[in-house]
């Protein structure tokens, strides 16, 4: 089956740095792919949606300006929380389709990512 | 608004067989997806309903009723390994592969 990736698998940053969270689909290439955040017990939310080479869509109530999303190929789209908060700390995982219409989304392994 | 409810935790013992409902109100409905994610895992594809009725993957059986809104998944012979997170998610716009999840179903399996 397809394999995506995701680097780094954990990640720990000071309150008020930048993190650069990468997603990338192995063998097929992803014309969209999704980000999600899951907090512990919860269910996985979508943050944004994000387009090969056109600007993502982020979902209410989700900052663009905090969760930046570049999708520069259709191997890879990254998701940078800037100036991170402890609130920010969340697993967030990556996803990846097609576009064929495909009834399944590839998921990566995700991030931990903990703001002290 | 988008809802896809879940019964929070469900137990049963190995060898059972266990069912997990979702019922789901979403502005559009393009077919069902069941996911399995264990703790600090990544959800992975168990099974997709676009139709009513039963769709059999080996253990695992999914079913739908789009006049109830509601879907279930099956699990049959049950393992300790099946001891995760299950998700019903909905595709709620056609052509587009964005999916909303629902809240989310623990399963614990004991010997």
């Known amino acids: 089956g397809a394999v995506v990736s995701q680097h780094p698998s954990r990640v720990i940053c000071k309150s008020g740095t930048s993190v650069k969270i990468e997603c990338r689909s192995l063998?097929?290439?992803?014309?969209?792919m999704f980000w999600y955040r899951q907090f512990p017990k919860q269910s996985l939310m979508l943050m944004a949606t994000?387009?090969?080479?056109?600007?993502?869509?982020?979902e209410q109530g989700v900052e663009k300006d905090k969760f930046l999303i570049n999708h520069a190929s259709l191997t890879l789209s990254t998701l940078t929380v800037t100036s991170a908060h402890p609130e920010d700390s969340s697993f967030y995982i990556c996803?990846?389709?097609?576009?064929?219409?495909?009834?399944?989304?590839?998921f990566g392994p995700g991030t931990r990512l903990t703001v002290l | 608004g988008q809802s896809l409810e879940q019964p929070s935790e469900v137990t049963a013992v190995e060898g059972a067989i266990v069912q997990i409902n979702c019922t789901y109100q979403?502005?559009?409905?393009?077919?069902l997806s069941w996911y399995q994610q264990h703790d600090g895992g990544a959800p992975t594809f168990l099974s997709y309903?676009?139709?009513?009725g039963l769709e059999e993957t080996g253990r695992f059986s999914s079913f739908l009723s789009r006049s109830d809104s509601y879907g279930y998944l099956l699990l049959q012979e049950l393992q300790m390994k099946d001891s995760a997170s299950y998700f019903c998610?909905?595709?709620?716009?056609?052509?587009?592969?964005?999916?909303?999840f629902g809240t989310g179903t623990r399963l614990l399996v004991s010997p």
């Open positions: 979403t502005s559009g409905f393009y077919g």
């Open positions: 996803s990846a389709g097609t576009g064929a219409g495909a009834d399944t989304q590839y």
């Open positions: 994000s387009n090969e080479g056109s600007k993502a869509t982020y």
């Open positions: 309903n676009a139709l009513d």
């Open positions: 998610a909905v595709r709620d716009k056609a052509g587009f592969q964005k999916l909303v």
């Open positions: 063998d097929f290439q992803a014309t969209t």
